[in-house]
């Protein structure tokens, strides 16, 4: 590594000036005050009881709270400065690739006749729209291996809920009600939820010593009442499921269909693909793989795309090229219908096309490589202390555990999150998947420097010191951010979920 | 090779090195060699970001039915209004755009307080005292209530209003596979729900009905209160964000659950999405609640925080047990919406609701002086959208008014099926629906019925 570089991933520098509580928008509220203008139209206002019927109009209007535009301007950014972000540093988060978000995309989203377009506008006023979605469902299934693709749902978990109706409607054409659909232990908690919201019951499955599916305890719960089986590959415990072949052979035997949970495809993109493995419908995270900012928990955007055989059930009306060149919508034979109010968070896919054609196919393999570089070299560095769950290589990110370090110190995993805080770098996730104990799960992304994943390093290791010297120092953490640990036991039993419900 | 990754040549080298690897390849040893990619993915190469910007503009400038270009009278649930510079430049801040979920309070109390004035904004429009922290968007809001609402009567009969939006009751239909709830679709008569139709059914368990039709008329929520007590059954109520503010809420109408489309509340039209959805309920289904809720309480010094509570309702805990399965949220569109209601104040949104609902007045007045253009519905007073009929199908008409810099409206047959129960099939080929907002001016509408009566003719 390049010596004495300092990390730029480290957010330890970041100012937060004083330890005041931010007041709420409605504590600021004087009445009168007023910070809207609005255009001038020419056109009077009449009276709202000359236009409907009076028993429909309220009293008074709803009381939102009055502030100038200062002191709003002053408010919100008072609170982002209450915020840890990828903007910010090191977000190292596991399962939710917190990659940087390029800023181009946010202009690219941002520019006129993309944002000021009425979704009902017609296809021959959008013809820009259908031809920026016709492209990326290109790319997504080039990228994924699979024929064709639905833009429409908002989020992951609505993927997977398109996904599995796919699945059922498959089924049902071929007059065949199946009743099961198999999940390993290991998987994301929308998996098996969906799955119920779909009207099948779930069978789970264990995972062996490597890590892996149990392939005999799989082949055990294997027959003709499976509709399928949903797998993350690699999967969440960062490993690569290299029995995929086997399974799918085993799962088609049966007549079953292979789900992909896409939330990790950022391991694998230009290197393997889910159609090549022999999957039938997967979903993407555009937001994890494809860069769009998570946005504080959404929007996101969950494109499922399908092999051959699921095509004619795909989602509708869908935008599609004509035989002239020109763009249309088109609704597949026996569509499930719509999953979307309109057509998918379609700004959203636009930014995702964006970081596409930034980085290319060459680009896309590019970020796998070093997205799990980046993953093996943390794992083997900070393996002293916090010993990988599986000790070999991993894919884009690393589970370790902090089992020995609890039994020696009695630190926990969440308190080595906490006092990461106050070392500038945000917590990775704890205590998942659930199969592994004290899990800590580190993904650090192709973004972040080795002179940052080093500074993230050194801080784990003087934590884990510390554990042992002064174990109360890390319990207490953290000291240095706005807030301390907050009670969540009392937020659930006194609820107060808005200004309004205080005492 | 243009992209975002840090690492030189070098350090490349120097890490592979430390896992004593050879090459890159074998980092990916564990994937079975004949699965592996080979050749590189069949795509363009990366270009760099000012060639892909100036691919983008191509692509953009080919929509020509976009807001700059086309005046803009379309609504039918998506709305041309004004988002100041100031909503803008607050919730572009990268430090609520780039950030995630919220699980580490301690540094995420800017998104959790944004939240929690979100919750308190929409629970006092639509006067219940819980909102959840957003749902995708109003069809998923919709579909969500409907999921509680069955899961709380215990009965799988749904009526569904056909004033409901019709692509979210498409997308209800779509997830009714799943779940098997049974959807009952029932007509408009003279803009409003054909109760009456239904009067004694008993396997209802659920009323779903809008505050306003996407037709721009006036529900009768009194009525569909009292066939809910005469059922048993919970009323969810579909309401719009800014009409909310001038008429009685939801909630003092009865209303168990009420759902929207905050889209109206700072988002821009963006080609129907990302969206808002928008959902609030009673204290008693708190505990059914779909997707994030955010609780005030205190940290360990005693000083005010914020946190997402009752987290045992969701699917990571709950898994195949949890009524709903959303994970994320549209927290960004939920913080933009408590900046713009915070930019728009008391005063200004009701101006705003009032506006829309006068210059949508003036609007239907202007046109239907035409010789041949006429209310869908005579004599029943609308909202924010108003219904016509004109003597050419809707969907020529808005191919001539395009011509002529408009974006007239939106078809009715490109938005219902045939055989709709919200309207009479004779009119629906030449009905169009047509919106205008607060950003309206006098002189567009008169161009807009100059250029109408022109295409007419």
């Not at chain 1, 957010?11 to 009168?32: C, H, K, Q, Y």
């Not at chain 1, 994924?144 to 749902?153: D, E, H, S, V, Y």
């Not at chain 2, 399965?325 to 930019?343: D, E, F, H, K, P």
């Amino acid at each position: 590594m390049t010596a004495g570089a300092a990390p730029g991933g480290r957010a330890s520098s970041a100012p937060l000036i004083g330890n005041d509580r931010e007041p709420t928008l409605f504590e600021m509220s004087v009445p009168g005050r007023t910070a809207y203008q609005l255009r001038t139209t020419g056109i009077p206002v009449r009276p709202l009881a000359e236009l409907l019927p009076a028993e429909l109009l309220a009293e008074s209007p709803t009381d939102i709270a009055e502030v100038s535009e200062r002191d709003l301007v002053a408010h919100f950014t008072r609170l982002s400065h209450r915020q840890f972000s990828v903007d910010l540093g090191a977000y190292p988060l596991g399962s939710c690739t917190m990659k940087y978000n390029p800023k181009l995309c946010d202009t690219i989203a941002a520019m006129p006749g993309l944002a000021d377009v009425h979704p009902a506008a017609p296809a021959s006023m959008t013809q820009g729209w259908l031809e920026l979605m016709v492209e990326l469902e290109d790319a997504l299934c080039e990228v994924t291996g699979m024929a064709a693709a639905t833009l429409q749902p908002s989020a992951g978990a609505a993927g997977e809920l398109t996904g599995l109706l796919l699945m059922a409607a498959y089924h049902e054409a071929n007059g065949d009600r199946r009743r099961r659909v198999l999940i390993p232990d290991s998987a994301h908690g929308t998996n098996p939820a969906s799955a119920a919201l779909s009207g099948y019951e779930v069978t789970t499955i264990p995972t062996d010593e490597r890590g892996l599916v149990d392939l005999a305890a799989l082949r055990e719960a294997l027959d003709a009442d499976v509709a399928g089986i949903m797998l993350t590959n690699p999967n969440t415990a960062g490993l690569f499921e290299e029995d995929i072949a086997e399974i799918a052979a085993a799962v088609h035997e049966v007549g079953g269909l292979l789900y992909y949970d896409g939330a990790n495809l950022n391991a694998i993109l230009g290197v393997v693909r889910p159609g090549d493995m022999g999957f039938d419908i997967i979903h993407m995270n555009l937001h994890k793989t494809f860069a769009t900012p998570h946005g504080g928990g959404g929007p996101g955007a969950g494109p499922v795309a399908v092999s051959q055989r699921v095509v004619d059930f795909l989602p509708g009306p869908k935008p599609t090229r004509l035989e002239d060149g020109t763009f249309g919508w088109s609704t597949p034979p026996r569509s499930i219908g719509r999953v979307h109010g309109w057509h998918g968070n379609t700004l959203v896919l636009a930014r995702a096309l964006t970081y596409i054609k930034v980085h290319g196919g060459d680009g896309l393999r590019r970020v796998a490589e070093r997205a799990v570089l980046n993953a093996n070299w943390l794992r083997r560095r900070i393996s002293e202390h916090y010993p990988a769950a599986h000790d070999r290589i991993c894919m884009h990110e690393v589970v370790v555990t902090g089992t020995a370090l609890k039994r020696a110190t009695g630190v926990r995993a969440i308190d080595v999150a906490k006092r990461l805080l106050e070392e500038g770098f945000h917590s990775p996730t704890v205590y998942f998947p659930l199969i592994i104990d004290e899990a800590l799960m580190f993904e650090p992304t192709e973004t972040e420097s080795l002179q940052t994943l080093e500074a993230l390093a050194e801080a784990l290791d003087r934590i884990a010191v510390e554990a042992h010297e002064h174990p109360d120092e890390v319990t207490a953490a953290p000291r240095t951010t706005p807030v301390r640990r907050v009670d969540e036991a009392r937020a659930a039993r006194t609820l107060i979920p808005t200004e309004d419900a205080r005492v | 090779m243009p992209d975002y990754m840090p690492h030189t040549e070098a350090e490349i080298e120097s890490m592979l090195a430390f896992l004593d690897l050879a090459s890159i390849d074998e980092l990916f040893d564990a994937i079975p060699k004949a699965l592996q990619v080979t050749g590189g993915l069949a795509m363009a190469d990366g270009a760099p970001e000012p060639d892909v910007a100036f691919e983008m503009q191509r692509i953009a400038a080919a929509n020509r039915g976009a807001a700059s270009r086309l005046v803009c009278f379309a609504g039918a649930g998506a709305y041309d209004h004004e988002v100041p510079s100031v909503v803008r430049a607050l919730a572009g801040r990268g430090e609520f755009v780039t950030a995630y979920t919220p699980y580490q309070p301690e540094v995420a109390q800017g998104m959790l307080q944004a939240i929690f004035e979100f919750q308190t904004l929409i629970s006092r429009l639509y006067g219940l005292p819980i909102s959840n922290a957003s749902l995708y968007d109003g069809a998923a809001s919709v579909t969500e209530a409907i999921n509680l609402a069955v899961a709380s009567s215990k009965r799988q009969g749904v009526l569904l209003s056909t004033g409901v939006h019709p692509t979210w009751r498409s997308v209800v239909k779509t997830f009714a596979r799943g779940t098997g709830h049974e959807i009952i679709e029932v007509g408009l008569v003279d803009g409003r729900t054909d109760l009456a139709s239904v009067a004694g059914r008993e396997d209802i368990g659920t009323v779903v009905v809008p505050q306003t039709t996407f037709l721009g008329t006036l529900d009768d929520l009194s009525a569909a209160r009292a066939l809910c007590d005469q059922l048993g059954a919970v009323m969810v109520v579909v309401s719009d964000p800014v009409l909310a503010s001038v008429l009685k809420s939801p909630g003092a109408m009865g209303a168990d659950v009420a759902v929207g489309e905050g889209q109206p509340l700072g988002t821009a039209l963006s080609f129907g999405g990302p969206y808002l959805g928008l959902f609030a309920c009673s204290a008693a289904q708190v505990r059914r609640l779909p997707g994030r809720l955010v609780g005030e309480t205190l940290d360990e010094e005693g000083r005010r925080a914020y946190v997402t509570t009752l987290r045992a309702r969701e699917q990571d805990i709950r898994r195949e047990k949890a009524t709903s399965n959303v994970c994320s949220n549209q927290t960004l569109m939920a913080v933009t919406a408590a900046i713009q209601l915070g930019w728009l104040g008391t005063s200004g949104l009701a101006e705003v609701a009032a506006r829309c609902i006068s210059s949508t007045r003036h609007l239907a007045e202007a046109v239907t002086a035409i010789d041949g253009v006429e209310l869908l519905l005579e004599g029943v007073p609308v909202a924010r959208d108003v219904a016509i009929t004109t003597p050419l199908a809707g969907e020529v008409l808005l191919e001539r008014l395009a011509d002529e810099g408009f974006l007239g409206g939106v078809a009715l047959s490109a938005l219902v099926e045939e055989g709709d129960g919200s309207v009479d099939p004779a009119l629906r080929e030449r009905t169009i629906v047509m919106s205008a907002t607060e950003r309206r001016t006098a002189d567009e509408v008169e161009r807009f019925t100059t250029a109408m009566a022109t295409v007419i003719r």
